[in-house]
């Protein structure tokens, strides 16, 4: 936006003018914006705010366990900076935009957020030396049960949007 239009705030410029919704820049630092209760599957505005601090709790995650990789000597953090710096912009200005309407829709913004930060932990991961077979199979089977209970909510979601109900 900055390069072609010269404003870098246009998607707050239009949240504003379109539904008079006002960015709130510190909103990352309040505590009071960050729900943790695990929300019920019919209610999105919850989930957006769980998995909005999810992310805020993954953020903090990642910064302790890449300090303790890099003061030991054994981390290629800066390869992965990317993946967490651009993380971590989209998840300042989607949380920006969207907290004075009580983190809504957060659940789409996040998508993104998480897929750079799996991107970043898997680099991290490959830095450890290979676990036992049994350790692996463990693995992946949690892996495929998440991936089937992720793809069932997602069925759930899409099913309910068809109907004419708010998801996101």
Not at 31 to 41: K, R
Request: hydrophobic content about 55%.
């Amino acid at each position: 936006c900055q390069l072609r239009w010269g404003r870098w705030d246009l998607y707050m410029l239009t949240q504003e003018a379109g539904w008079a919704i006002e960015a709130d820049y510190f909103a990352v630092f309040r505590p009071g914006n960050y729900h943790f209760a695990l929300p019920s599957i019919h209610d999105p505005t919850h989930a957006s705010q769980f998995t909005s601090a999810l992310a805020g709790v993954t953020f903090l995650a990642i910064a302790l366990a890449e300090l303790v990789a890099a003061w030991r000597g054994r981390s290629g953090w800066q390869k992965r900076l990317g993946f967490y710096f651009a993380a971590l912009v989209i998840y300042y200005l989607s949380v920006a935009g969207v907290a004075s309407v009580q983190l809504e829709s957060m659940l789409r913004y996040d998508l993104c957020v998480h897929a750079l930060i799996v991107l970043g932990l898997l680099h991290y991961l490959r830095e450890f030396r290979l676990p036992p077979l049994y350790v692996r199979a463990a693995a992946m089977t949690l892996a495929a049960l998440a991936c089937v209970a992720g793809l069932g909510l997602q069925g759930f979601y899409v099913w309910n949007f068809t109907r004419g109900n708010w998801i996101a």
